[in-house]
């Protein structure tokens, strides 16, 4: 049978692996094509792997066979961009498949910033303008993504100096742009946002995105300032006792107003973010 090759992914097809011993009480490695699988192949998770060939080292995700193609849609939608991941290859078995993405070598967004507690102004600017570039990506290729929080971004380097979006499975066509919505998951709602309900706009758990940008804000925040905000359900204080005396910048908290405004329709576009003028101070 014929098999796709998307933009930036090749496709193929392998048999799949064998088993593991039900008598060993350890894994034996699993080998797909020319990939070493490091645990037991089970479907939506993420999996160490191995090229056998180069020696990298990958993370594999394995699906069912029948609907692989409706879960990568988003990625093989969206052209190709250095702040949003993609798969590097699918290997095809006979009942499953494995799509293989780099590993991020300096692990996941939100970890960061838990472990430093709150980041500079500078450090922040330069992280979250590789974020909102891939939203805006996103944005303009008609995807939306659901769910925007820090735990979507990693560090493709050790040094934690490139950032890139991952886990697009759950994006879909913007509500104005359904020339490929076949092709994704049936809508869903999401309030991932790694905050209390309290206080939050009604916008927030449907997918557009206005959503994604209060997303953004909120993964700001969480970087300036080391918290989230609206965890006491009482609302975000801008004032003489709130984000003001944080000591950021007056650049820094017209962009988390911008962001984390109650009215969608007054919060900056994602390309409008890019444009702020707290990226240049």
């Not at 160490?48 to 020696?55: F, L, N, R, Y």
């Not at 029948?66 to 290859?89: E, G, I, K, N």
């Not at 092709?183 to 758990?205: M, W």
Request: proline share 7%; with cysteine; glycine share 8%.
């Amino acid at each position: 049978p014929s098999l796709l090759s998307p933009r930036g992914c090749s496709a193929r097809a392998a048999p799949d692996p064998a088993p593991p011993s039900a008598t060993s009480p350890v894994c034996p490695l699993a080998r797909v094509d020319k990939y070493v699988l490091l645990e037991a192949p089970s479907e939506d998770r993420m999996l160490s792997a191995v090229d056998t060939h180069t020696g990298e080292e990958l993370v594999c995700k394995v699906l069912e066979l029948q609907t692989w193609q409706a879960v990568l849609a988003p990625y093989f939608h969206l052209p190709v961009h250095t702040c949003v991941a993609r798969p590097s290859a699918v290997v095809l078995g006979e009942t499953r498949a494995y799509a293989l993405f780099g590993r991020a070598a300096g692990g996941d967004a939100r970890a960061y910033v838990r472990s430093r507690g709150r980041l500079s102004e500078e450090e922040s600017a330069r992280l979250f303008r590789q974020m909102a570039e891939a939203v805006a990506h996103c944005h303009s290729n008609g995807l939306v993504l659901g769910g925007l929080s820090l735990r979507r971004f990693v560090f493709a380097d050790a040094e934690r100096t490139h950032v890139m979006l991952v886990s697009l499975e759950d994006a879909h066509s913007a509500p104005s742009d359904n020339h490929f919505a076949s092709d994704l998951h049936a809508e869903k709602r999401s309030t991932d946002f790694c905050t209390s309900s309290g206080g939050l706009p009604q916008d927030v758990g449907r997918l557009d995105r206005a959503v994604d940008v209060w997303g953004l804000g909120v993964s700001l925040y969480a970087m300036l300032l080391g918290r989230y905000p609206f965890q006491e359900g009482d609302g975000m204080c801008w004032g003489q006792n709130g984000v003001s005396q944080e000591r950021l910048s007056p650049e820094a908290c017209c962009l988390l107003r911008a962001l984390l405004c109650y009215d969608p329709a007054q919060r900056l576009t994602a390309p409008e973010i890019l444009e702020h003028p707290w990226f240049r101070t």
